[in-house]
């Protein structure tokens, strides 16, 4: 599936499969290399299309329009993991297709994406397999309640989830997420949850940016905070799975991997993303390279470059109607506004971030967009498959 | 001739005159705050066109595209000053354009620059109105040799400027910018060439970067140095200069003022661009907000940043071949590689940028790009009205 690909030069076209927020700041890190992109989106509002050299807009499953756009491009990325996987491997067949497809396949269903990292020896939550509802009574013997339901595919936008508490009904559960092929998660008691955004090379070389501690608000990213309390120990520890995650993948390009650190500073893997994420766009502004440019230059058979971050960084995502309020942060001395072009204000649509760089570390921040934290429950993140 | 202007929201279309990299960037710092930019030039292949939501390829004159152009955006500014002034004159009639077409007429006439600075009290060298060949010989009495005829409009890419030292013939010179209306400029023994990026906005705030230190090499800018070489008094002096040159303007947007340094501290104002500027670029990666940025808040009607430092910067300028070199810049540690996307390569052509980033201001950069300074002599820089 695999085609070789060569280093790109600037004036290379990268063709990105997804033209929303992540997109457009590819599309914008990758101008600022010198090259030009071409966005694949079936939404004639995406607002990438406002920043490239060349927009398609048609559907993922348009053989036509998947030959055209491979035609034109030098390389393709992607923006968004649920891109359909055929997608991914037709175009494969005409142009190399970077982070590789299998990828894709392995992250796009959960009980893959587990095992995986299971088979590396790093720890996630207990999970078992749910092919039929049948094997439920078995897996919530072994997993214990209260434990989660989720479907192995496409399980986004708080759809195919549901949890199983002492008295519910298990067969109840099966009916609700749509008597699929699912994936049953025990309750984690997390005292945080990080992310690293790792960046792997074609010659294996990678770097991290420093751990990053998120706080979800709805079940969206609400605020990324940078570096995440955590020991120094426990940090490295986060950054070393990640590189080992995408080590064994012979990954290139940037790779998000989401955890729970324990009370004891012990770390478990949630869930993965094969992309740039949003609990790192604070690079664009915090560090000496961005998450972007990672990738770009990861994909592109560039060197990455060695982050090095300004501060103590915090990161706020605009949703919904919060984006009414920008000018209000324009005026912030230390922020630095960032609004995606996004048409339409939707309830719980990601339409900018702003992010706050305290270059004297020792100054702590107001804590924007702050609630209250519980100890001790898992977060069943039904955006958790969004364009996080 | 000025239209009323309303604050722009995100997703409104900037208009953009001339395509080159001083367009793209404006674009992507657009971009990065929800706008759409429509780009007009009639070089087929603008660096510009690239990262935008329109383009129109036409020539300055085209009525038709012009009246198109206008009709789609909300606003137009310019990254190049030697737009012709019917072009921007035809457009403000139409929509609003900023900064202000007047500003575009004075810059481009070097007297009408002068005497503007002149009438400010702002020193200069000394120059005189030179109109026809009679006139030559009485300036060249009341500025001494050795001085610089220059023609007053389009002096540009080394073209229109003729040096007048003791054994020359003021006729030859007159001659050699092509016998038409002229200013005559005395040599100034200066210590150092400085600018200043300012920035204001339609309320009349304003807004400097720190003072930029510039060297040239073969007349086109090769590194900018932040803070220059100064002392505090002079540096204040200098931004305090442009400040005061924007606000007798009324000017919105970004202006760029280069000056001499004379050993004494004195300072004299050598000339504006009513644009953003090539010594300002370091503000990309080097401060909490770029001039390309500040110049599309200002323009917008949103309110400026206040930039703040990161440290000692360098910016480096790749010109012509030196862009092949640019893989070596990338595994630098502080440095941050900005390419243009220009298709061709041509010596003197400025291909794109290095920014380095000195957080520890105690740290001496390597002189990249450094050259042995000559302490008495006028930089007549024949890219001084160049996109510089």
Redesign the interface.
């Known amino acids: 599936m695999s085609l070789p690909v060569s280093v790109l030069e600037?004036?290379a076209t990268i063709g990105i499969l997804g033209g929303g927020q992540l997109g457009?700041m590819l599309?914008?890190a990758a101008?600022?290399?010198?090259?030009?992109?071409h966005v694949f989106d079936p939404g004639p509002d995406s607002p990438a299309?406002?920043?490239?050299?060349r927009i398609t807009c048609a559907d993922y499953t348009d053989a036509q329009a998947l030959d055209r756009f491979a035609a034109d491009v030098d390389i393709v990325t992607y923006e968004f993991e649920n891109v359909p996987a055929e997608t991914a491997t037709f175009l494969a067949a005409r142009v190399p297709v970077l982070p590789d497809p299998r990828v894709l396949a392995t992250i796009q269903d959960r009980l893959a994406e587990k095992s995986f990292v299971a088979a590396l020896r790093i720890p996630t939550a207990p999970y078992a397999a749910v092919d039929a509802p049948r094997q439920l009574a078995d897996a919530l013997d072994r997993i214990g309640r209260p434990a989660v339901l989720k479907t192995r595919r496409f399980g986004y936008d708080g759809k195919g989830q549901a949890t199983i508490r002492e008295a519910d009904d298990p067969e109840a559960a099966w009916r609700a997420v749509g008597g699929q092929p699912c994936i049953l998660e025990s309750f984690v008691a997390f005292e945080r949850e990080v992310s690293v955004i790792a960046a792997r090379t074609r010659e294996g070389a990678a770097e991290c940016f420093d751990v990053i501690e998120n706080e979800h608000r709805d079940h969206i990213l609400k605020v990324s905070r940078v570096p995440a309390t955590l020991s120094a120990a426990t940090a490295l520890a986060a950054q070393r799975i990640a590189e080992t995650i995408a080590e064994k993948f012979a990954y290139v390009g940037v790779l998000a991997v989401e955890m729970f650190v324990l009370s004891d500073g012990d770390l478990l893997v949630n869930e993965m993303a094969p992309r740039v994420h949003n609990s790192g766009h604070w690079t664009l502004?915090g560090a000496?390279?961005s998450q972007f440019e990672q990738h770009i230059?990861a994909i592109a058979g560039?060197?990455l470059?060695?982050p090095?971050r300004?501060g103590r960084v915090e990161m706020i995502n605009l949703i919904g109607s919060e984006?009414e309020n920008?000018?209000s942060w324009?005026?912030v001395?230390?922020a630095?506004?960032?609004?995606?072009?996004k048409?339409a204000v939707r309830p719980g649509r990601k339409m900018?971030h702003v992010t706050r760089?305290f270059?004297d570390e020792r100054q702590i921040p107001e804590r924007a967009g702050a609630q209250t934290r519980s100890g001790a429950c898992q977060s069943h993140d039904p955006a958790g498959r969004d364009k996080a």
Request: hydrophobic share 45%; glycine share 10%.
């Open positions: 600037p004036l457009r599309a914008l101008a600022r290399l010198g090259f030009k992109c299309f406002d920043v490239v050299h502004d000496s390279i230059r560039w060197p470059g060695k090095v300004r984006v920008y000018r324009l005026t001395p230390d630095a506004v960032h609004l995606y072009g048409t900018g760089v270059v």
